[in-house]
């Protein structure tokens, strides 16, 4: 399959969410797959290129309306995909990738500079994958742009929602004024959205198939939970709508060869290895090894994670023979709650305020149980990060956490790999943590569950391949 691909950002030149994760990563998958994939990336002031030089190939004038800006493309290979950076330093020469009061002007620019790409290269791709509001409108562009070229006529659209908060709003006026798009787009409702333009909407009514990032998350968006309010748009196209699970990457994230832990260890040698990952984490930490379980948390500090529900149940669990380990930034609030709980306990509970990689492998390795009480997960990959090292997650059922834990609740099987509960309160959580701690004496049931959390199949290849057999459902 042709296969091009439109994202706002790609690992490993540029990142601020998992969008650059799943872009990069799915692509990458699919191009070992035997698939040319060219990815249409801005050519940002800051990527991180390293030493890798972008080949200049051409230019083309891109029209937002009455406004004429040049896009200078160049290209770089990286992992079997081909970039095409598209460059234009009014644009995309700043500091940041977002931000900024012109952002619906920016991506208009984008995903306008996307079509004229397509022709310029004479790519007629089989499928053509956009992510997130950035690229959104591109088919709605190619379909009603006029005069119709039939250089697109058997493009197939797919559109991926990662982040369902962030809808691409603009006034009306932006249809016409940068999009070159005709105004009765906005009064059919076709591109409309609580009176404005929403190039998210208009790639959910425009694409042939959506995606988001797990099944549970795809049916919480039809039902609405969450609040984002795309159920209406969403219920139009629930039979095109599907939910696929990201994947983990297991280069980074393999505890059999990493760098960063103490001992490497896989399934079979965990058991006997762990004692070791758990002291050098402890002693990275500064704390007294309590001989009971050790309690992870490696998490952006929001409230979107649960963090305060963590909190109100450690104040008192840790007066047990317990550790608690954290690594994360964000929130004050939330900072200065951790660094008082660890002035009440300070031999059992360590606390890391920032973002620390190395010391994110310690934790997953040296760990028991990891900490995941989110109020909202679309997927979330930690969960999965620390099946993989052993460490069995505690988890809210909801989004991608629920699609990924099978929680034990007094009987191991050959499914259950980690704890979960329902209610988002401190009594949920401290349900968890009694059946954690009930799990932890239970040293057989314990084992069963680690090795089935570290057997479980999180990588990339099979989240490719449902793409994949998405794509080719598309092929007439
Ligand atoms: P998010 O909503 O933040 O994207 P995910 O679970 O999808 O949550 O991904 C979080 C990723 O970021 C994981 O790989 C986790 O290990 C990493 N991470 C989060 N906070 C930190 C931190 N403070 N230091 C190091 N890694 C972190």
Redesign the pocket.
């Known amino acids: 399959m042709k296969i091009a691909v439109f994202a706002s950002e790609s690992n490993p030149f540029c990142k601020t ?2 969008l650059a994760d799943v872009a990069f990563s799915l692509s990458k998958e699919l191009a070992a797959a035997g698939h040319k994939v060219v990815f249409g990336l801005p050519y940002y002031k800051n990527l991180r290129l390293g030493d890798k030089k972008p080949k200049e190939i051409g230019s083309f004038n891109v029209y937002l309306s009455w406004r004429v800006q040049e896009a200078r493309i160049y290209s770089l290979n990286e992992e079997g995909i081909t970039y095409y950076l598209i460059g234009n330093d009014y644009y995309f020469g700043r500091d940041s990738l977002y931000g900024y009061d012109d952002d619906g002007e920016r991506f208009a620019f984008f995903a306008l500079a996307a079509k004229s790409l397509l022709r310029f290269l004479s790519f007629d791709a089989d499928v053509v994958h956009v992510h997130d509001w950035q690229a959104a409108m591109l088919p709605c562009l190619i379909k009603e742009g006029k005069p119709f070229d039939p250089f697109f006529r058997k493009m197939k659209f797919v559109l991926t929602i990662h982040n369902p908060a962030f809808k691409g709003l603009l006034d009306r006026y932006y249809l016409g004024d940068f999009y070159n798009l005709d105004d009765h787009l906005f009064t059919s409702g076709q591109v409309r959205f609580d009176g404005m333009v929403s190039t998210l909407k208009s790639g959910i009514v425009y694409s042939e198939k959506i995606t988001t990032v797990s099944p549970s998350h795809r049916d919480e968006l039809l039902r609405n939970e969450g609040g984002h309010n795309l159920d209406g748009v969403l219920r139009l196209r629930e039979d095109d709508f599907l939910g696929i699970l ?1 994947g ?1 990457d297991y280069t980074e ?1 393999n505890p059999l060869a990493d760098a960063f832990i103490a001992v490497k260890y896989d399934a079979s040698s965990r058991a006997s290895l762990h004692e070791q990952n758990r002291a050098d984490l402890l002693s990275s930490f500064h704390i007294v090894d309590q001989k009971g379980p050790v309690y992870g948390l ?3 500090l ?1 409230w ?2 649960g963090i305060d529900l963590v909190i109100d149940n450690f104040e008192n669990l840790l007066s047990k023979n317990v550790n608690l380990v954290v ?3 964000g929130e004050y609030g939330l900072e200065r709650r951790f660094e008082d709980l660890r002035a009440r306990y300070p031999e059992k509970c360590g606390i ?1 305020i ?4 190395k ?2 492998h310690k934790i ?1 390795a040296g760990i028991d149980f990891f900490l ?1 009480p989110s109020l909202f ?1 679309p ?5 999965m ?1 620390s099946q993989r090292y052993g460490a069995l997650p505690i988890v809210r059922y909801t989004g991608g956490l629920r699609d990924t834990v099978k929680g034990y609740t007094g009987k191991a099987n050959e499914k259950t790999d980690g704890i979960g509960f329902n209610d988002y309160n401190i009594s949920g959580l401290s349900y968890a943590l009694g059946v954690a701690e009930g799990l932890y004496q239970n040293r057989e049931a314990m084992e069963k569950c680690v090795a089935n959390a570290m057997m479980a199949n999180h990588s990339w290849k099979r989240s490719a391949a449902l793409y994949e057999k998405l794509f080719f459902s598309l092929l007439s």
């Open positions: 969410g998992g990201n983990i994230w490696v998490s952006r929001s979107q994670k690594l994360g930034s890391y920032g973002y620390n990689e010391l994110a997953y995941m997960e997927c979330g990959l930690s969960q990060i």
